[in-house]
């Protein structure tokens, strides 16, 4: 595609349940991140793809969180037992290698929302 | 860790007139990269101008030009001439000369552009 596309856009779910949260990145990006934005909030970090493998996933806060490259294009984040405080925007990005100049293209976002 | 900082939350700024939001960052690396990003009310991240650390001169893109003080940890950006078109969050983001490593995001400012 012609950027990094994230499904759904919008996502409203129960306390308690099971959410996953697709990426995109661009045709041929090797690099894949995932970040959180928390309202007013500058996007924090998740986890950093080569590849298929997680090369840094530091930044998940608990072992809610899990996320998959299997084929090394489409990635998923993976949230169990949901709980309000994960209310956030999902940010995903891409970039054609791991060289710390390469420009990441961001998606627009998935924003959760848990009730 | 590294840490960025954005000290104004709001700024506003008149059609065409000029406007300059600030930033620093705290490191003890010699070896960096920094950005701004712009956020629209889409969500989607894109890059305004990069500045490579180990270079004096300061960058520029077109109406958009940093003032990088390493010595001082700051890197602002101005915005020249500026239209309704700039309104919205910017971000400042760090980025370590590691390779693959993540960026590290300030808190935002939210810019106005007042016709």
């Known amino acids: 595609g012609a950027g990094v596309s994230q499904t759904p856009s919008n996502k409203v779910t129960e306390k308690g349940k099971y959410v996953e949260l697709r990426c995109d990145p661009i045709s041929g990006h090797t690099a894949l991140y995932w970040y959180r934005q928390s309202l007013g909030q500058g996007p924090e970090f998740l986890i950093y793809?080569?590849?298929?493998?997680?090369?840094?996933d530091s930044g998940l806060p608990n072992d809610r969180f899990f996320a998959v490259r299997p084929e090394g294009s489409v990635s998923t984040l993976k949230i169990q037992r949901t709980e309000r405080g994960d209310s956030a925007v999902y940010l995903c990005a891409s970039s054609s290698g791991p060289g710390s100049f390469t420009e990441a293209f961001f998606g627009q976002g998935t924003r959760l929302t848990v009730v | 860790a590294q840490t960025v900082t954005q000290s104004q939350p709001e700024m506003s700024v008149q059609e065409a007139e000029t406007v300059t939001l600030s930033c620093t960052y705290d490191t003890s690396e010699s070896d960096y990269y920094l950005f701004w990003y712009k956020q629209p009310p889409s969500r989607q991240m894109i890059l305004v101008i990069r500045?490579?650390?180990?270079?004096?001169q300061n960058a520029t893109e077109n109406r958009f030009s940093v003032n990088f003080q390493k010595a001082a940890k700051s890197f602002s950006l101005k915005i020249s001439d500026s239209q309704l078109g700039d309104a919205a969050m910017y971000f400042c983001?760090?980025?370590?000369?590691?390779?693959?490593?993540?960026?590290?995001f300030g808190e935002g400012t939210q810019l106005t552009v007042n016709p």
């Open positions: 793809f080569q590849g298929t493998g997680a090369a840094d």
């Open positions: 500045q490579e650390a180990y270079k004096q």
């Open positions: 983001a760090y980025r370590s000369a590691a390779s693959g490593s993540r960026l590290t």
